[in-house]
């Protein structure tokens, strides 16, 4: 049986997508405002939607739930990781203050570390991955609801 490319292709697709937002907010100057991942959750729930539908269209009536879950798991774990090395990248070597700006808005006695910073922005991209995969496989998997027959009547009360 051939191995699917979609996660990996979707995968790619969503990290350039978060790429690509990632550096238009920071030529704003607005990277550093947490109100903006909001844009992430919207382009990573697009992105598996549309990889997760073009799966199932691909398999047809050989669709398996469980194949699909990991298809969306897989999809987004991929697109996670690419990001997640550019943000680690990005951080350390393209913009070093942009830990200090983003931490300057907390309030806190921890040290917080860029390892701290990339861990979070990838249990993050992690968690988003599973629970919208877990919502879009209520769309994409069979129905076990029955059936009613046309011909029987409505019971009275």
Known sequence: MKKSTIP???????????????LILSLIGVQ???VFSLGNGILVAIGLY??????????????EYQKGFMA????GFNATMIFTIFFAIYVTNIN??????MLANWSSHYHVGVGIV???????GFATT????????????ESWNTRKRHN?????A
Do not use: D
């Open 8 to 22: 990996v292709k979707y995968g790619v697709y969503i990290a350039i997508g978060l790429i690509a937002y990632f």
């Open 32 to 34: 550093t405002n947490p």
């Open 50 to 63: 549309k990889a997760m539908k073009t799966y199932k269209e691909e398999k047809g009536s050989g669709f």
């Open 72 to 75: 969306g798991l897989f999809t």
């Open 96 to 101: 070093t203050n942009f830990l200090p700006e």
């Open 118 to 124: 990339v861990f979070i922005a990838a249990i993050m």
């Open 130 to 141: 599973f629970v919208l995969t877990l919502s879009f496989m209520q769309l994409f998997k």
């Open 152 to 156: 029987s009547s409505p019971v009275e």
